[in-house]
């Protein structure tokens, strides 16, 4: 075991116990230890929900491009990113259960369904997708286990082709279902917006794409000449995204700051200007677009590329606190916060600072996907390198 392996397995093992602490306190105590209040309901794990449910979606569209549309240059990947789309969707799912008031309760949606809640449409697209991956990674691990006839294995391409046809407009659906699930809440004027299902779809691209490509340029097994070549194609997929997405972020925020007037342009300025506003300008901006724009336009070495992609991935997350939390620190009639006045704690207050219960709990999701990651490299035939592709041929 090489020393950069020891700091990383102690790094992970860090992460596991904090995280197992967290989940522990989160099942035997409730949500009493985290930072809500009775005006701000949602926080970091409803960021941390929409972040892992964009890079999974970002995975399977990127897997799709292959059963699909047969993009063989990235055909090398396309099992991987199924994959890491199956991980984070389960990182996502138990997220947002941490996040329920009654965990036990969330089989309800199933059998007592609320068929005008845009909530419970996106856990049964959840559900079929979650069973769609699961279908395809069978049919496209399965020829590298068993001793398939050319026949099978043309039968499985076409069942493959067939998911991931149905898979497309299913994962569009599910994300661009979350950007409608915040764009219809007409009382916050910070999400009340047409142009949110798109924003979420393309960030969906960006940050899945990202991760792909921080993954495959860290632990790809033969870093050579046709490595080299699928990475810097994957670069020039993700500086598309991230360009097209920051275009959509300037729509989105340079319309209200025009006028400045209203309570949109007052949360607009709130994220640019406000207490928090190193999140947008340096987490975001410098080390999410600036850095990432300069790395894969006049580097697009290997190294640069995997260095750009792995901010615009961590930092993608800056971009979902900002989408969540903003939303909801400001009253919906101007002086409530000053109406009432809790005289024993903080329980009426739009103040929020995520506790470090819920970054424990969120450090607990993280370990644990990224033992199921370890695991699936490790024993899964994931990582097609150029040989078995073309013996597979």
């Not at 199924?82 to 969707?89: D, G, K, M, N, S």
């Not at 500086?239 to 972020?249: A, K, V, W």
């Not at 990432?292 to 792995?310: H, Q």
């Amino acid at each position: 075991m090489t020393r950069n392996t020891k700091i990383l397995w102690a790094l992970w093992i860090i992460l596991a116990l904090m995280g197992g602490i967290g989940i522990f306190e989160r099942l035997t105590m409730g949500e009493r230890l985290a930072a809500y209040t009775s005006y701000v309901p949602w926080g970091m794990w409803v960021a941390a929900y929409i972040y892992f449910i964009g890079l999974s979606a970002g995975a399977f569209l990127l897997s799709s491009l292959v059963y699909v549309f047969g993009v063989h240059k990235l055909e090398r990947i396309a099992k991987l990113a199924l994959f890491v789309a199956a991980i984070t969707l389960v990182m996502s799912l138990l997220t947002i259960w941490f996040d329920l008031g009654h965990m036990e309760r969330n089989y309800e949606v199933f059998t007592r369904p609320q068929f005008h809640s845009m909530m419970a449409w996106m856990v049964w697209l959840y559900s079929a997708y979650f069973a769609l991956l699961l279908g395809e990674l069978y049919y496209a691990l399965r020829r590298d286990v068993k001793n398939l006839s050319p026949r099978e294995i043309q039968e499985d391409d076409r069942k493959l082709k067939r998911l991931a046809t149905i898979g497309i407009p299913l994962a569009i659906a599910f994300h661009g279902g979350v950007g409608a699930l915040f764009g219809t809440v007409s009382s916050r004027p910070f999400w009340h917006s047409s142009i949110y299902p798109i924003m979420f779809l393309v960030g969906a691209l960006l940050s899945g794409g990202a991760l792909m490509t921080f993954i495959v340029s860290v632990i790809w097994p033969e870093k050579d000449e046709a490595w080299l070549d699928l990475l810097q194609f994957l670069g020039k997929i993700v500086l598309g995204f991230l360009l097209f997405d920051l275009l959509l972020e300037w729509a989105e925020y340079s319309i209200p700051l025009w006028y400045g007037v209203g309570p949109e342009a007052d949360l607009v300025k709130f994220v640019l200007f406000g207490p928090f506003w190193y999140v947008h300008w340096i987490v975001h901006i410098l080390f999410g677009v600036a850095i990432p724009v300069y790395l894969l336009t006049w580097k697009r070495d290997a190294r640069s590329i995997g260095i750009a992609s792995a901010l615009v991935a961590v930092t993608f997350f800056a971009i979902r606190l900002n989408l969540v939390i903003p939303g909801l620190v400001t009253p919906e009639l101007r002086g409530l916060e000053h109406a009432y006045v809790d005289p024993i704690g903080n329980r009426l207050s739009y103040h929020y600072i995520p506790s470090f219960f819920e970054w424990q709990v969120l450090m607990g999701v993280v370990a644990l996907g990224l033992a199921l990651f370890y695991f699936g490299q490790r024993y899964l035939p994931l990582m097609q390198t150029l040989n078995n592709r073309e013996v597979s041929k």
